[in-house]
């Protein structure tokens, strides 16, 4: 299972918007709404901000939303701040009962 | 407070084998899916294997036949046993929760992961 396509690094000013894509294929991203994303900072453990395609869990910021088209699902992050600067990975679910992650994008604040 | 804690990581030489532990708090391990996660150092995230609530256990094809997913339910732990180990196995490995004790195809909580070594 190839690990999912996704951008190295994203950068934005604080305030602006940013989108991070994630590619698969019809056998995870496509055949699925099981896409979910992680923000993880250095040397921390990943922590889940987007599950199902849409859904933000309790306690994570409403400046962060997902979508699906395809093969391709995306994470934007909107208002744009400091404390967003990590790395982030997404996650899809397959037709072979396994996962496959992203290859991860490091998001800078200018 | 729903919690997860991994330990058993540490140096090991290639072939050898190591049993990783992940000791739940908050929630019933046995009614859950759990889930253990590598990430091989400056590396993206990889899905190791899964052990679902009625037992049924996969795997990823890197690991097939060499690691072993299983749950204590009487010490709410799960735990990774990993033989003939590479030097390849060398990550943070994470365990999590998948999804909710109603389903769900998410990870969430993760524990703070346990770093395993594989080098002569």
């Known amino acids: 299972q190839s690990a999912l396509t996704q951008p190295a690094s994203v950068s934005g000013s604080p305030g602006q918007s940013i989108t991070i894509s994630c590619t698969g294929t019809?056998?995870?991203?496509?055949?699925?709404?099981?896409v979910s994303w992680y923000q993880q900072h250095p040397g921390k453990a990943p922590k889940l901000m987007i599950y199902?395609?849409?859904y933000r869990p309790s306690g994570v910021s409403s400046r962060f939303s997902g979508s699906k088209s395809g093969n391709t699902a995306s994470l934007t992050i909107s208002g744009l701040q400091a404390e967003d600067e990590a790395d982030y990975y997404c996650?899809?679910?397959?037709?072979?009962?396994?996962?496959?992650f992203g290859t991860g994008t490091k998001v800078t604040v200018l | 407070e729903v919690q997860l804690v991994e330990s058993g990581g540490g140096l090991i030489q290639p072939g050898g084998s190591l049993r990783l532990s992940c000791a739940a708090s908050?929630?019933?391990?046995?009614?859950?899916?759990m889930t253990w996660v590598r990430q091989a150092p400056g590396k993206g995230l990889e899905w190791v294997s899964v052990?679902?609530?009625?037992?049924?256990?996969y795997y990823a094809d890197s690991v097939k036949g060499r690691f072993t997913i299983f749950r204590d339910n009487f010490k709410n732990t799960v735990y990774l046993q990993m033989n003939n180990l590479r030097v390849e196995d060398t990550a943070v490995y994470y365990c999590?929760?998948?999804?909710?004790?109603?389903?769900?195809?998410?990870?969430?909580?993760w524990g703070q992961g346990t770093l395993v070594i594989v080098s002569s």
């Open positions: 999590a929760r998948e999804g909710s004790s109603s389903g769900g195809y998410w990870f969430d909580p």
């Open positions: 908050g929630f019933i391990v046995g009614s859950n899916y």
């Open positions: 052990l679902y609530s009625g037992g049924h256990t």
């Open positions: 019809s056998s995870d991203v496509g055949d699925y709404n099981y």
């Open positions: 199902d395609v849409t």
């Open positions: 996650s899809s679910y397959t037709r072979s009962s396994s996962y496959v």
